[in-house]
């Protein structure tokens, strides 16, 4: 038995991907480790943006690549990606993407397939350990056949949960006979937008051959990817082909009166199959999200059973309430040090506090609760700076990580506008929370000199937890952009 990560990982590098990158994020993270200790050409980009640029860089190269982010990396990878499902790709590219319904690692739990389909790219998820490594295989068939990026997309229970792993053959590569210019520009681009359709289209009929539907029956379930690794009913029809939908699915699915479409997170089959069953004049009535007979978001085992059995009672499904409490710091934390000194620098003054990505978030849990906001990685500095608009001096908290991961967008714009902030970068030189992964200032990168260069005019510098007070005083006490680099390791057991 294996852990789904583990089978992942597995899975691609049997299939010959000769480049994996992305950017570290449950519940994906150990996918690309995994690579990485076992000597393939696999590396954490800064951030997701960029992975996704070298990834088709490579693809055009005619290496086999993949790029392996959370769900919430997909937001960066739209500004690329809708330019290249236009010109397509050559060798193929896969996009395994990890997604966290129920958010249980993450600051939402945003749907991957939404945003694939938004970005017309076909979708996959396999629907249990087992048939995994066949899904990866077609994924990377298909992207070498239609030469489009595919989303492979895992939830959070299949990356934590074991399965037995199911061999397969590397395919024959498929590369294009003649180099090929991909540049999406005006005179091509309505051309390639209804070739894109096309293509879909195309994938919808080969998406056909996978559906596999109980005989009799009038009721059937449609369970969506690793859904259907929970369901305990005959009458099941797995789907792993998500998006586009396989062109016969209304017509097929016709003969039973009732469909519950099971699915995590949002309602994304349910929506798409009800209005396909419209449009063809088909009378079976879908329920699911929309019909409030499934709940959003994560499904459980215990979930999908108590929502089969409301169902069949023509009842509304109750779900038992979880409680969650945020986990505080470790002993000895460096953010430890950043909040005690503005707790006494602050007094009975309320001073507005933006959070980042990665630890500094559990500056929200007590004892210190300090926070007012905290949304994306590296949005720190440009909340705290639209909320110093307010005339108030704020502040912003960020690590190493989310600093050059996107965060150096906002200092920036602060630093042109010596906006009222005080910008504390805590530099314990990794990405502590998704796993102590190596961050650029541990390869060479000075974070102060690339602020320097950034023209910020008041960076300070400091190891040592008794200057903080005096420093953030300082800062506080006067108007425009201050950064003080906090340079402290959390306890060294914790670094691989
Ligand atoms: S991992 Fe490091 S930064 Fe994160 S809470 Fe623990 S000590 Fe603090």
């Known amino acids: 038995m294996s852990r789904g990560d583990e089978i992942i990982a597995r899975a691609l590098e049997e299939l010959g991907i000769e480049f994996i990158t992305g950017h570290p994020g449950s519940p994906v993270t150990r996918v690309a480790e995994i690579l990485m200790e076992r000597g393939l050409n696999a590396e954490w980009a800064v951030n997701e943006l960029s992975a996704i640029e070298t990834a088709l860089g490579a693809s055009f190269a005619g290496i086999r690549s993949a790029v392996v982010i959370k769900h919430v990396g997909m937001n960066h990878i739209v500004d690329p990606i809708m330019c290249a499902n236009l010109t397509g790709v050559n060798s193929a590219l896969l996009i395994i993407v990890g997604d966290d319904p129920g ?171 009800r209005s396909e069953m419209h449009l063809r004049g088909i009378s079976s009535q879908v329920f699911g999200k929309e019909t409030g007979n499934v709940k959003l978001g994560r499904l459980t085992e215990e979930d999908v059973k108590r929502t089969i059995e409301a169902f069949r009672r023509g009842e509304m499904p109750k779900y038992p309430e979880e409680i969650r409490k945020p986990s505080g710091l470790c002993e000895q934390c460096p953010y430890e040090d950043v909040a005690e000194a503005i707790l006494k620098v602050a007094g009975e003054r309320k001073i507005f506090i933006a959070g980042d990505s990665g630890c500094s978030v559990r500056l929200r849990a007590p004892p210190y609760e300090l926070l007012d906001v905290k949304l994306n990685m590296g949005s720190s500095a440009g909340i705290a700076r639209g909320f110093s608009l307010k005339e108030e001096k704020t502040i912003a908290i960020m690590g190493d990580s989310a600093f050059f991961h996107s965060g150096i967008y906002g200092i920036l714009d602060a630093s042109l506008n010596d906006s009222n902030v005080l910008l504390v970068i805590v530099d314990n030189e990794a990405a502590a929370m998704s796993g102590f992964q190596k961050t650029p200032n541990v390869r060479g990168v000075s974070i102060e000199e690339l602020l320097r260069a950034l023209g910020v005019k008041r960076v300070s510098t400091s190891e040592e937890k008794e200057e903080l007070e005096k420093i953030f005083e300082e800062s506080l006490g006067r108007r425009g952009f201050d950064i003080l680099v906090y340079h402290r390791r959390c306890p060294e057991d914790k670094y691989k």
């Open 103 to 273: 958010a249980t690692r993450s600051q939402n739990e945003q749907d991957s397939r939404v945003l694939a389909s938004f970005m017309e790219l076909p979708v996959l998820e396999p629907s249990s350990h087992e048939r995994a490594p066949e899904v990866l295989k077609s994924a990377l068939t298909l992207s070498e056949d239609l030469r489009l990026p595919v989303v492979v997309r895992f939830t959070a229970d299949f990356c934590y949960t074991e399965g037995k792993y199911h061999e397969i053959k590397k395919p024959e590569k498929n590369l294009l006979r003649e180099r090929k210019k991909w540049i999406s520009t005006m005179e091509n681009v309505e051309g390639n937008h209804r070739k894109l359709h096309e293509k879909l289209k195309v994938i919808s009929k080969i998406f056909d051959e996978w559906l596999r539907l109980p005989d009799e029956g009038e009721e059937v379930i449609l369970a969506s990817g690793f859904v259907a690794s929970k369901v305990r009913e005959k009458n099941l029809i797995a789907l792993e082909t998500i998006y586009p939908l396989p062109s016969t699915l209304p017509e097929k699915l016709a003969k039973f009166k009732k469909i519950l479409v099971l699915e995590e997170v949002e309602a994304f089959v349910e929506r798409h199959l």
